[in-house]
């Protein structure tokens, strides 16, 4: 089965297939730093983190290109409440959020260019396209692109000159030629960042940026570009038609779009004020519940977020973990049958987890083989399985979360040196426990849930984990 992948500009599946074999060249829209980071902005991250992760898995070289925004209205706005420097409020919040993607254990991308940097390759596409007749400078010092001239404009939303115009929100400008065009360069207003131009000093409009940057460290084909299905009208759009204005050919070859975030049933936004900053959840709760909710619900889908949600989630981490649990003390090996069924299982789960994420990254299918995996594995530990025995499909599942980020070890919880001593205080506690002892095999179980082990008994014998 070949890779495949949602094309919203086709609104189908369809074949993976790059510009260059072997090579992924992908653009994603970054974040406007003007304030904390939310859940919002994780989970677009997120998903496209997890994209990155499986196409190098499935062999692919990925250049990865993720933006900042560090000069916009919003940025200026907030400077001025605050009395800071625009710049260094920006770049404030950029330290923030690459700390905050750490944190949640994202790649670093390849390149992460910021506006500020790209004025030089902003100008001259913009003096080439007023040159090939697309856009147009103003007395005031604003130059705008002329949206009627390019044909196709609307073919990623499916919008017509018609519909832009009469459910879009038009800035009112008597500099226009047309209410539809949108600015390139916005002259210089009193106390703003600007720089030098042909048209006077100014600074770039929000869309022209990503189109510079995505030439400038891409070239003028890329396979992949993506952001939040918020972005595809207006800024995809103006992208499209900018860009491919500019060189006549295809811009990008897959428009991939992830689902909104929301909270309550609503958007999560700024401007609704219900936000839940990645550093407030990360206070609470371990990265891997986040993305452990992208990866259950599916990128192009909704993400409802509630405290439901995170509980049902963290459940559902422990429940992955359980398969990495030792064998029960005094494992004596399982029979040669139960083992020939775990590693046929391990079979299948690989080839299910590859079928899965090959259907435009079906990360919910993915999951389920793994807790396929995981079922096989504890019932196999339940039949008295060595630890040598349930290593390889325990190899496997640890392989497999790596590739959608999950970390499952919890090694910070402890350390190496600790387990043994553990391991027989266990053993020992289940000894007091044949001989009905229970005061004391009691004591050595709170003890130890207060350093944060807890100890699970079954008719089998009791286990241990890191809480």
């Given at each position: 089965?070949?890779?495949?992948?949602?094309?919203?500009?086709?609104?189908?599946?369809?074949?993976?297939?790059?510009?260059?074999?072997?090579?992924?060249?992908?653009?994603?829209?970054?974040?406007?730093?003007?304030?904390?980071?939310?859940?919002?902005?994780?989970?677009?991250?997120?998903?496209?983190?997890?994209?990155?992760?499986?196409?190098?898995?499935?062999?692919?070289?990925?250049?990865?290109?993720?933006?900042?925004?560090?000069?916009?209205?919003?940025?200026?706005?907030?400077?001025?409440?605050?009395?800071?420097?625009?710049?260094?409020?920006?770049?404030?919040?950029?330290?923030?959020?690459?700390?905050?993607?750490?944190?949640?254990?994202?790649?670093?991308?390849?390149?992460?260019?910021?506006?500020?940097?790209?004025?030089?390759?902003?100008?001259?596409?913009?003096?080439?396209?007023?040159?090939?007749?697309?856009?147009?400078?103003?007395?005031?010092?604003?130059?705008?692109?002329?949206?009627?001239?390019?044909?196709?404009?609307?073919?990623?939303?499916?919008?017509?000159?018609?519909?832009?115009?009469?459910?879009?929100?038009?800035?009112?400008?008597?500099?226009?030629?047309?209410?539809?065009?949108?600015?390139?360069?916005?002259?210089?207003?009193?106390?703003?960042?600007s720089w030098d131009s042909p048209w006077g000093k100014g600074r770039?409009?929000?869309?022209?940026?990503?189109?510079?940057?995505?030439?400038?460290?891409?070239?003028?084909?890329?396979?992949?570009?993506?952001?939040?299905?918020?972005?595809?009208?207006?800024?995809?759009?103006?992208?499209?038609?900018?860009?491919?204005?500019?060189?006549?050919?295809?811009?990008?070859?897959?428009?991939?779009?992830?689902?909104?975030?929301?909270?309550?049933?609503?958007?999560?936004?700024?401007?609704?004020?219900?936000?839940?900053?990645?550093?407030?959840?990360?206070?609470?709760?371990?990265?891997?519940?986040?993305?452990?909710?992208?990866?259950?619900?599916?990128?192009?889908?909704?993400?409802?977020?509630?405290?439901?949600?995170?509980?049902?989630?963290?459940?559902?981490?422990?429940?992955?973990?359980?398969?990495?649990?030792?064998?029960?003390?005094?494992?004596?090996?399982?029979?040669?049958?139960?083992?020939?069924?775990?590693?046929?299982?391990?079979?299948?789960?690989?080839?299910?987890?590859?079928?899965?994420?090959?259907?435009?990254?079906?990360?919910?299918?993915?999951?389920?083989?793994?807790?396929?995996?995981?079922?096989?594995?504890?019932?196999?530990?339940?039949?008295?399985?060595?630890?040598?025995?349930?290593?390889?499909?325990?190899?496997?599942?640890?392989?497999?979360?790596?590739?959608?980020?999950?970390?499952?070890?919890?090694?910070?919880?402890?350390?190496?040196?600790?387990?043994?001593?553990?391991?027989?205080?266990?053993?020992?506690?289940?000894?007091?426990?044949?001989?009905?002892?229970?005061?004391?095999?009691?004591?050595?179980?709170?003890?130890?849930?207060?350093?944060?082990?807890?100890?699970?008994?079954?008719?089998?014998?009791?286990?241990?984990?890191?809480?």
């Amino acid at each position: 089965m070949s890779l495949k992948i949602y094309n919203t500009l086709t609104r189908k599946k369809e074949d993976f297939e790059t510009l260059e074999p072997g090579r992924v060249r992908m653009y994603v829209c970054g974040p406007t730093v003007y304030a904390n980071a939310h859940v919002g902005h994780a989970m677009s991250a997120l998903v496209f983190d997890i994209l990155r992760r499986y196409l190098e898995y499935r062999g692919y070289e990925v250049r990865h290109v993720m933006n900042f925004t560090d000069v916009d209205d919003k940025i200026i706005a907030r400077a001025n409440q605050s009395g800071e420097d625009p710049f260094q409020l920006a770049e404030r919040y950029i330290q923030q959020y690459e700390r905050n993607l750490a944190d949640l254990n994202v790649l670093p991308a390849t390149v992460n260019p910021r506006a500020t940097r790209e004025i030089e390759h902003i100008q001259k596409i913009i003096q080439e396209l007023i040159a090939k007749g697309y856009a147009y400078p103003t007395a005031d010092g604003d130059v705008y692109f002329r949206v009627r001239k390019d044909e196709d404009y609307g073919k990623l939303s499916r919008r017509s000159f018609d519909d832009v115009r009469g459910g879009t929100r038009v800035e009112v400008d008597e500099a226009k030629e047309d209410p539809l065009d949108f600015a390139l360069w916005k002259s210089a207003k009193p106390g703003e960042p600007s720089w030098d131009s042909p048209w006077g000093k100014g600074r770039p409009g929000w869309h022209i940026e990503c189109s510079a940057m995505s030439l400038h460290h891409l070239g003028e084909q890329i396979d992949i570009h993506g952001g939040g299905n918020d972005l595809i009208f207006p800024h995809h759009e103006n992208e499209i038609a900018q860009s491919e204005s500019l060189t006549g050919k295809p811009f990008v070859r897959y428009w991939v779009h992830n689902g909104m975030l929301q909270l309550g049933g609503e958007k999560m936004s700024k401007s609704l004020g219900n936000l839940v900053t990645i550093d407030d959840f990360l206070k609470d709760h371990e990265a891997n519940v986040l993305r452990l909710m992208v990866l259950n619900s599916g990128y192009r889908s909704p993400l409802t977020f509630n405290d439901e949600v995170v509980e049902q989630t963290e459940r559902a981490l422990e429940r992955l973990r359980s398969g990495l649990r030792p064998c029960l003390p005094g494992a004596g090996g399982a029979a040669e049958a139960a083992v020939q069924t775990l590693q046929q299982q391990a079979e299948r789960t690989r080839e299910d987890f590859i079928a899965a994420m090959d259907d435009d990254f079906n990360t919910a299918g993915a999951l389920a083989a793994l807790f396929e995996l995981v079922r096989a594995i504890n019932q196999t530990r339940d039949s008295g399985a060595t630890d040598d025995q349930l290593r390889p499909a325990q190899d496997l599942l640890l392989e497999l979360s790596g590739v959608l980020g999950l970390q499952l070890e919890q090694q910070d919880k402890g350390s190496a040196q600790a387990d043994p001593f553990i391991n027989l205080l266990v053993s020992v506690r289940s000894e007091l426990r044949r001989q009905k002892l229970w005061a004391i095999s009691d004591q050595i179980r709170d003890r130890l849930a207060e350093l944060g082990v807890v100890i699970e008994d079954s008719r089998e014998g009791s286990t241990w984990r890191w809480e």
